[in-house]
């Protein structure tokens, strides 16, 4: 078994933007929100970053502009 921890815990499904430090298990959460029409949510959002070497870099908040509210 190995004894490295990750760093980085990614998830969705609740369309909820976070990117935070989670000081108990010593990682960054990141939701990237929604990217998509349907939902609660209001802007489309998506979470980029870059990978060196093991760590965390750029990590970066980018908004697509408000949903459309025309469903088809």
Known sequence: MSARKPKLF???HSHILKVIPDNKYRLLHINP???GNYGLHV???LVRFTLHEGNIKDADV???GKKSMIVK
Do not use: Q
Request: aromatic letters at 0%; glycine letters at 16%.
């Open 10 to 12: 990614i998830c969705g």
């Open 43 to 45: 802007m489309k959002t």
């Open 62 to 64: 980018v908004e697509l």
């Open 33 to 35: 929100g929604a990217a």
